[in-house]
T-cell receptor
């Protein structure tokens, strides 16, 4: 079965600290994709990144970076020099890869990040 | 602007009064889906549609109906809402069914059933 675990329910940091959000996934597939979404206090879900399992290079986008490690089935998300605007719930997601439900996203429970000034 | 539009954003209703939450996308996406989000339970899929007139149940379909008569629209129908359907609902779309596309989400509908 496919599963996504975000063990950190809530994290609180002070502005300018670096913070890493953990994501551990389970899948039997050799080829798969992983996603991160952000849900700010306003409630919408915002796409952050998509990663193919073939590509294990770390991804960097401004203050955001993602570390993908197939050996540990992890796809962790780091925010460098956090800002108050980063306060949100962050979700890691894995698409189902079989049958009629192929493509349906399985979400982790999310990590609520609070960045205090 | 490419987007998924849900209406209404907020809705308070009474038990048993039928309601419809509309969802429309302007990206010509084949695949659409409804999720509900609840504290402690995360995001759970209600129904999805692979294309016009093709729908299937997700993980929590009880108490909901959907239809896909046109490619752009995917309304969520609660025939007889109950308080346990109080939740935050999201509509999402994707170019087609498949593992690599991800979703574009609507802004959400916060439903309260009293």
């Amino acid at each position: 079965a496919q599963k996504v675990t975000q063990a950190q329910t809530e994290i609180s940091v002070v502005e300018k600290e670096d913070v890493t959000l953990d994501c551990v996934y389970e899948t039997r597939d050799t080829t798969y994709y992983l996603f991160w979404y952000k849900q700010p206090p306003s409630g919408e879900l915002v796409f952050l990144i998509r990663r193919n399992s073939f590509d294990e290079q770390n991804e960097i986008s401004g203050r955001y970076s993602w570390n993908f490690q197939k050996s540990t089935s992890s796809f962790n998300f780091t925010i460098t020099a956090s800002q108050v605007v980063d306060s949100a719930v962050y979700f890691c997601a894995l698409p189902m890869n079989y049958g009629g439900s192929q493509g349906n996203l399985i979400f982790g429970k999310g990590t609520k990040l609070s960045v205090k000034p | 602007e490419a987007q998924v539009t849900q209406n209404p954003r907020y809705l308070i209703t009474v038990t048993g009064k039928k309601l419809t939450v509309t969802c429309s996308q302007n990206m010509n996406h084949e695949y659409m889906s409804w999720y509900r989000q609840d504290p402690g339970l995360g995001l759970r899929q209600i129904y999805y549609s692979m294309n016009v007139e093709v729908t299937d149940k997700g993980d929590v379909p009880e108490g909901y109906k959907v239809s896909r008569k046109e490619k752009r629209n995917f309304p969520l129908i609660l025939e007889s809402p109950s308080p346990n359907q109080t939740s935050l609902y999201f509509c999402a779309s994707s170019p087609r069914q498949g593992v690599g596309y991800g979703y574009t989400f609507g802004s959400g509908t916060r439903l309260t059933v009293v």
